[in-house]
């Protein structure tokens, strides 16, 4: 993208701030620059947050009913999925979904309650319920 087609448009999600983006200068040289983002990027991002939004909505529904562990509402609520988790918190995908059960969840350590706690930025009290 060149310099002078960086999309200045504004971008609701960014609530005002610019990002950084990479463009091509008058020279030809890959240069920083920000933006203020665009519409179409407004929207997707919009829909994506829409889609965590039910997600946790309904994991806590889950949750309640006794289906699935807290630990599946809080990954939803602070925007992640499985995978993510997996990164941050340093467990195997396997595990993760296999914590997101209730009798699994249930019986971590406080050293793996703590991981997933530190990954989430909750305290563990707080991990362990519902809001």
């Known amino acids: 993208m060149d310099l002078d087609a960086v999309p200045q448009e504004g971008n609701a999600t ?10 091509r200068d008058a020279q030809g040289r890959v240069v920083t620059t ?4 665009w ?8 829909h994506a947050v829409d889609v965590l939004v039910e997600q946790a909505k309904e994991a806590k529904e889950r949750a ?19 995978a993510l988790l997996s990164q941050t918190s340093g467990f195997w995908q396997w595990r993760v979904r296999r914590h997101l059960q209730p009798r699994h969840f249930s019986a971590l350590s406080q050293a793996h309650l703590a991981r997933y706690a530190e990954a989430l930025g909750l305290p563990i009290s707080t991990l362990q319920g519902l809001p």
Do not use: N
């Open 39 to 46: 519409e179409a990027e407004e929207i997707v991002t919009s």
């Open 14 to 23: 960014l609530d005002g701030h610019s990002k950084l983006m990479y463009a």
């Open 64 to 82: 309640k009913a006794g289906f699935a562990s807290p630990l599946e509402y809080w990954m939803y609520e602070r925007r992640m999925d499985v």
């Open 34 to 37: 920000t933006s203020r983002g």
